[in-house]
């Protein structure tokens, strides 16, 4: 009774994108407490209709020709909920205009531009190799890092610019690149299993992701080894508190778990909820930590 219940919400939460803008939300959110800095409500909310608009535009312009028999939950209930998505997407675009044009400035627009431009590149076949029509997903191995290109842009890059810009708060350079490339590594690293979920797909429509290049076993490696380049710059650069150190270090730990436990057989819920998830329960770890460290 209560799965019948509670598996509906939890479809609506995972699939049309709410709970994965959540969790961007909390990934800006992170960049906040770590420059110990109060969060902007309106880039934070840029950075959650923006994420909602994205990724729904990008699965319906990904529609397969026969949706129904899709062998992805996730597929069939998007293009059996097809009106749902479109209005939440359409709401998402309509927010995020006035926000966009009344409270960024020029530099956090050029932002925006730059990776609404990426974002849309990513499925959109605006490009042509060997006559053919292709996105930019479709370059060899470079969909993992446009993917976690974007959401370091957005949720690391746009805060420092609009906190530099609206309340003069200086913000070296090095600390900058220091939080971009430790939030490039995190989200490559746990965006890896996907592609080694969709491996076979992947090959089928000759999408050159890095599992399909490597291989199953070195994809895993390789994602360990993302985590482990996150945790070395996190002790030898230390920007952060020892509570933040040891929570940010926990998360990943957890992370690199989650991701050994991943393989082909898991079902789309594993992905979606705690492979994603991580980037949300980074930023509950963090405050928790923040709390008890006060406590004490």
């Known amino acids: 009774m209560i799965k019948k219940v509670l598996l509906p919400i939890l479809d609506f939460l995972l699939f049309s994108n709410l709970f994965i803008a959540i969790c961007a939300v909390a990934q800006g959110l992170i960049t906040y407490h770590l420059l110990n800095v109060a969060p902007d409500k309106y880039i934070l909310a840029i950075i959650f209709f923006g994420t909602i608009g994205i990724y729904n535009f990008s699965m319906l312009l990904s529609k397969p020709q026969d949706p129904k028999n899709s062998p992805y939950a996730r597929v069939r209930w998007i293009f059996s909920h097809h009106r749902l998505i479109i209005s939440i997407t359409l709401i998402s675009v309509l927010c995020l205009i006035p926000l966009g044009l009344l409270y960024l400035s020029i530099e956090a627009k050029l932002l925006m531009i730059f990776t609404a431009v990426l974002a849309l590149g990513y499925n959109i076949p605006f490009l042509t190799l ?4 292709i996105g930019l997903r479709n370059i060899p191995g470079i969909k993992l890092f446009l993917i976690a290109l974007v959401w370091s842009v957005s949720c690391v890059l746009l805060p420092v610019v609009e906190l530099e810009h609206n309340y003069q708060i200086n913000i070296s350079t090095a600390e900058t690149l220091l939080l971009v490339a430790k939030r490039f590594l995190f989200v490559a690293a ?11 797909q992947d090959k089928l429509y000759a999408l050159k992701t890095i599992p399909v290049m490597l291989g199953e076993k070195k994809a895993y490696i390789f994602c360990q080894f993302l985590l482990v380049g996150y945790l070395a710059l996190l002790l030898l650069f230390r920007q952060a508190s020892i509570s933040d150190i040891i929570a940010l270090t926990l998360t990943l730990l957890l992370t690199g778990w989650l991701i050994f436990k991943s393989n082909i057989k898991k079902n789309e819920y594993y992905y979606f909820f705690y492979i994603d998830g991580t980037m949300l329960l980074q930023y509950v770890v963090l405050i928790l930590a923040s709390y008890l460290t006060a406590l004490i």
């Open 190 to 200: 746990i965006t890896i299993p996907f592609d080694i979920r969709d491996l076979f």
């Open 130 to 133: 060997n006559n053919q029509k």
